[in-house]
């Protein structure tokens, strides 16, 4: 295939545009699809995404980027090549609730998410059936505040091994060191159950129907060591009322819970998302 | 009109249902319209309304009101029978933003909010025009920390005159004070610019811009004396992006404002809420 | 448990609801929820579902049924009883899109979805190895055109033989022969992929790109004689855009389809439906 | 203001980009938002919209339109220039149901729809009063099937005579003539109360209630001489139930209309919408 896409970070002056498009045209690839935005024109940050189609790209790639610097350079841009055909290779963690991976999987499995996934570890066994089902391998490494360092250590390991770019916590309820974090610095998509920043921390369920709100949510964001602090990348929200129980809560939140994380995880997997401070620019 | 409605609290025990059905049927009522709810049916609150069409129901609502305590006091009901045909009236609270009181005009206009508005206050003069060009009364009543006292005097002095059922604070930036909220407890609904409990208190919208959230929303409540933390009514949110700057926030969050305002206040004035607790039970 | 449900069609007249609490409360059962509907209180037809609680029900069934009779005859009831503890058996038919099954399979799996699954019916055989890693027996059962009426045949011998309950066509693509409808009256429950009325019929995302509509949506229904024109038990919507091609639409739809279709399975194994004329009660 | 936009069409190849871009930094202009969209890069058709801030606008306005069209007649562009100072006139044409019309000037007056409406023309007089309280003259034509020709004649002067760039039928019940359509091709903007294609022609919510559907709807389209087959602009719903009659679907409808509606206009007012065969992009 003959797609790639750019992602382009950078302080805000005329002149951008005008000098990627003519860089694309310059190596006779046709742009396909381009957002941009910018905080302020006058001194604020631009941020773009272009996807475009170039004929013989493959036999190109070392070139494209090569040629691309001397433009990156010019305009300080923070900037990644992406190429389609290069499918990113994601790791799920997982807990006792399934819910999520499931979701990822039936998704994948339909070719609506287009990534490989050669990898599940979770510090429980409960999904080991069903992940290698799919003919995925499992790995089962026991997880507490006990042996946190250690149990990460492994799953680095793991990481590194299978060639990991990005990893999805999809229900996986421990906290990850900073080590962890900084590993894979907005390479970890975690899914809250709740639309943050209300019922930030453990049991938002609970919270919320002591509360009487009339909508629960879920939110997917990027891991720092903040936490649920991180950059949200989707939230949405589902209504209850007033005969719903803890139980019906998170039995609604579940369905939430699962279509929000597998937008997020698409987005990331399609290079929509752009990290700026705390935020997220989702194009 | 021969329309009526029971709303009823008490402890869960078996009988309720037949008890009262029974006494509608005794007095050749038909019930139109019956729901209930029950936290937990053995030892739990009870919750029920019915609407029911009676004929004559001008000449008999004293009976039907007397007839009823036997029942209610067997039972140790909070109950309080509604008679559709006299209209609530309603007073409207605003200050400068004037979207939430233009919104209850219109649908109040359209015939879809069935409640009598003789009165409108406000600490600003901005509405005046607007309000009497619907023939309805304005009475601008300056309000600020500084003379709470002496101005809450004056508008409860017109809330009696004007015989007003309940008050909407239709984006009323002051706080009320105790005194004046237990003179209409559980008869103030207020509009909050966010789905609470995220940005409880002041500048929302700007809150919600730095944290970065997907979605912002519109709470509407009963005022207690805690600020925003009400028994909640309705909430509904509106997806935002990273485009959308703090006025833009705000000028989204209008539309979901107003909305959810009109809905609290059309389900109160239908008799469909039951408080209980810090929260309310919506039939 | 002591779980049961009363569903009841019948003219509307004074009493209905007096007469069924007191049955329920003569034979000691506790009104856990209950919902009524009237198309007109003078003459029209009534419409409701009891949920009660009952000590040992187990033992008293036959005699609740026995004594229901009296009051179903005096007011000419269409009524059914249902016991919660008696699981709904679900047969699950399927062709080659499997996202409608697979859902399915997920919310059974979760637990959300109480019902038993012990048999799906596909006339291709992708779906098998999948519905056999849950334990569940897989048959294929070549269908088309030309082989229909022995195909329903082997079909029917089979729902018969698993004691089927109701019939879920998970994207099935074959049309059901007047005498399977028949067999399983109100209880085949189709997902079509549009919001009917729109689109009836083949290739409606097709359809839908052709006329550029802004949302897609899919309708589950009641399987009658008319193609895509039983009952509909419930729809819903998504927001597609210019940048959309068929295959897109069909992505999304899927998200749809599998969500609605769940939705009204649930709510058919929770007894809340009653088809009257060509429309669902759905309480 | 210094705020300009671009929208253009024209076949798609490689280089449109570059050369637009490369333009508008030779007028120093810079680029603030851009979007676009090709049906196919190979031989498809190329859509943009381009918002930039270009120092001196007022004074560069016909340099920038004639310097543009060397690029326009190279890439063979349909195209059009817009200065965001120059506010769009609307008129707006209402019958008896003024929900729509309220919900303009509604949204007009709180500032969140920036344009001119200098003019309200109806076949009733039910608005007068409550259009001119906002200070816009208000004409009353009778229009009916015997006097349309007549009716347009005098609309059409009155277009004419307050320099209307746009029309707006608010629950306009009148179907207008060829004539009339192509005096302001691509510039009516009509609502129709259902989500199309279901229900085309008049009397959409009767024939909902019919087919008991779980959602209703309304479409904003432009007008063209095939009725209720225009471009589609928008489209949103709302759920109902098996409660809701005939007037209830009404009711709920009208909020839908309305925000339908507004979205529609705001969008045409902004130039976000080219219209591409029968159907639109929104930028």
């Known amino acids: 295939k003959n797609r790639g896409r750019i992602l382009i970070t950078c302080e805000d002056r005329p002149g951008i545009v005008a000098a990627v498009s003519e860089f694309l045209t ?15 024109p006058e001194g604020g ?3 773009m995404r272009i996807e475009f189609e170039c004929p013989g790209l493959q036999d190109r790639k070392a070139q494209l980027e090569r040629d691309f610097k001397a433009i990156a350079t010019n305009f300080q841009m923070e900037w990644k090549l992406f190429f389609v055909s290069e499918l990113k290779r994601a790791a799920i963690f997982v807990s006792k609730e399934l819910h999520c991976l499931r979701e990822l999987l039936l998704e994948w499995e339909n070719g609506d998410l287009v990534a490989e996934i050669p990898l599940v570890i979770s510090n429980h066994s409960d999904a080991k059936e069903y992940v290698e089902s799919f003919g995925i391998p499992f790995v089962h490494i026991p997880a507490s505040k006990e042996n946190r360092a250690q149990a ?132």
Chains 1, 2, 3, 4 share one sequence.
């Open 26 to 40: 310059d190596h006779e690839a046709n742009i396909i699809d381009s957002s941009q935005y910018s905080t302020n």
């Open 45 to 47: 940050k631009f941020f």
């Open 152 to 283: 990460e250590q492994q799953q680095l390991q793991l990481l590194d091994e299978y060639n990991i770019d990005f990893v999805v916590l999809a229900r996986y309820m421990q906290i990850l060191t900073p080590n962890f974090v900084s590993s894979f610095n907005q390479n970890i998509i975690n899914i809250h159950h709740s639309f943050l920043p209300a019922f930030v921390g453990a049991k938002p369920y609970d919270r919320a129907f002591e509360r009487g709100v009339k909508l629960i949510g879920a939110t997917s964001h990027y891991v720092t060591n903040d936490l649920d602090e991180g950059p949200i990348i989707e939230q949405d929200i589902k209504r209850v009322n007033h005969r719903d129980q803890v139980e019906d809560l998170k039995k609604n939140g579940r369905i939430v819970e699962r279509s929000v994380l597998v937008r997020a995880v698409k987005w990331h997997n399609e290079d929509r998302i752009i990290v700026h401070g705390n935020k997220t620019v989702v194009f």
